[in-house]
């Protein structure tokens, strides 16, 4: 079964005053959805944007895998088991929360930055937190997320190209830039599929086009 969601539907967030436009898929702070908190592993698909010199000051996140996927600009991380990150377009960033740690992410360059942030439930919850980045991650080198049980799937397409939707009991396919479709269905920038035993499904792309797939076993 496919679910569309359409980046019209994304609850707003952020504080635009403060150069924050935020976008969520998932019942999010104020906009709380009883039938929308979580789709597999995931509970968290937010589009940000920051404006130069705009950013989250620090925050705490426990219990969460953190995977940040930057669309344009520059992300300066830093976070209090004492990382401190710039994350750049193709770049793959993870922040194993774990029993508790506190970050910062800021726009500290000249340009606008633009970032997809996802947050997945970890298998089992505490630990120790962990941070990992992957500079220039290939579309045929799949980023494995043991601690939440999922796979992402980076893929970058030419006009007219397809490539193959992997199969599992819980596939998110959400699209960064470009047309596709999937399944019969047209989407679009900042759409996303919601695939159930996801089997011989392949996304072909209208336009150029770069895909986010996170293919989980569980939910």
């Known amino acids: 079964m496919t679910d569309v969601r359409r980046a019209t539907e994304r609850y707003p967030g952020g504080d635009p005053g403060a150069g924050i436009e935020s976008w969520h898929a998932f019942s999010f702070g104020p906009h709380y ?11 968290a698909c937010n589009e940000e944007r920051l404006l130069p010199g705009a950013g989250f000051d620090e925050h705490p996140h426990s219990h969460t895998e953190i995977v940040t996927w930057v669309v344009e600009g520059e992300l300066t991380h830093r976070d209090s088991a004492g990382h401190e990150t710039v994350v750049r377009a ?16 800021r726009n500290d360059a000249e340009t606008p930055l633009t970032f997809v942030q996802t947050w997945l439930a970890p298998l089992e919850p505490g630990g120790d937190p962990s941070y990992e980045i992957v500079h220039g991650i290939a579309d045929s080198t799949p980023y494995a997320i043991p601690e939440a ?71």
């Open 149 to 219: 049980g999922t796979m992402l799937h980076v893929r970058r397409l030419g006009a007219g190209e397809r490539t193959a939707v992997p199969d599992g009991a819980f596939v998110y396919v959400h699209v960064v830039r470009g047309e596709v479709l999937l399944d019969g269905v047209e989407l679009g920038v900042g759409d996303a599929a919601r695939v159930t035993d996801a089997k011989d499904l392949e996304a072909v792309a209208r336009t150029p086009a770069e895909l986010l797939i996170w293919e989980m076993a569980l939910g």
């Open 33 to 43: 959805d009883p039938d929308n908190l979580r789709f597999g592993a995931l509970i």
């Open 90 to 105: 193709g770049d793959v960033q993870r922040l194993s929360a774990a029993a508790g740690v506190r970050h910062v992410e």
